[in-house]
């Protein structure tokens, strides 16, 4: 399960449970979005505020021996460009993913605007 807390740790924004352990947590776009792995190998968008699960891959199987995912991080690409890049280490290699959009997404999210909503997701 994950537990996502406000900035002082006073209050619980988010309680998720998944199917298998999580191995691997980032938070990013100033808390909007959150991205979880879990053993299983899927891998899931979510966006905080709507509590909304975006986007779920299977980028890989489970490993039988520990952790599929062993680290997760997520940057902006640029200072104020709200593109960010994710590198994803795995049992076995690693993912490197580009040009997430996530200040659009958002945007899109904020103005209930679907058709960019499902753009942006299908570009991920």
Known sequence: SVLLLDLICQSVLLQ???DTDVDVVALCQEGQFLMVGERNGNLHL???KSRQTL???SLMKSSSKGKTYLSLTLEKEAPHSGTYYMV???S???FWISCLQLARLQQAIEMTDFD????LKEQI
Do not use: P
């Open 16 to 18: 998720l449970q998944f």
């Open 116 to 119: 960019t909503t499902k753009a």
């Open 92 to 94: 076995t290699g690693f």
């Open 88 to 90: 994803l280490l795995t």
């Open 46 to 48: 979510l966006h905080v």
């Open 55 to 57: 986007l779920t891959n």
